[in-house]
């Protein structure tokens, strides 16, 4: 059976992980590569295991969060689909079974914003890691000069945090946003779209979606 280490360690995902992030790079956008794709794991895992899913589906979901933003190699436009095409053809050639293959590439292929469906458990919980992983860190030094209102918003974010209550029917996104270089308000132009994601994709994990930014309830 195919393991998530298998996947870390593989010389094309390697690859590709880090070379779509220069191909971002050059469209101006924020980090997206191993620091991001570790985190998103680290977070799908947590979500994953909170709410009691099987260790085989927690590390499938590691596998995808893994692999969800490869297709960024290619353009940012429709990176999802390209991401979730990449990983068909790689786990295919590394002889992974037809239904873990549907989970993880449904998963890849429904985390963006733009055309994001949470279809699956897997593919929700992608999708609320993906989204929350906004940090200072992930806007880029050659950013400082042109800083537009998405590197400001990422910028702003100095701390984040995700949990999931001990009822298990809530899981809260905790920010803490630095005002000087971001309102509450541009922080919300940037992120509504993402957060109303957010809320189906949780209520996909039978839960509610809650964000907290300095210390004020927002949803
Ligand atoms: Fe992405
Ligand atoms: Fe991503």
Redesign the pocket.
Known sequence: MLTYKQIIENKEVMTYVGRADETIKELGYTE?SFAHVGSVTQMVKYILETLGFSERMVELGMIAAHM??IG?MLNRED??QT?AIMAFNMLRDMGAEPDEITEICTAISN??EGTAVPATPLAAALIIA?KADVRRSRVRNNMLFSFDIHDRVNYSVTDSSLSIDDLKQKITLTLSIDTKYCTVMEYFEIFLGRMNLCQKAAKKLNLQFGLVINGQKMI
């Open positions: 997206h969800h933003d960024n990176h999802a991401s985390h963006d993906d």
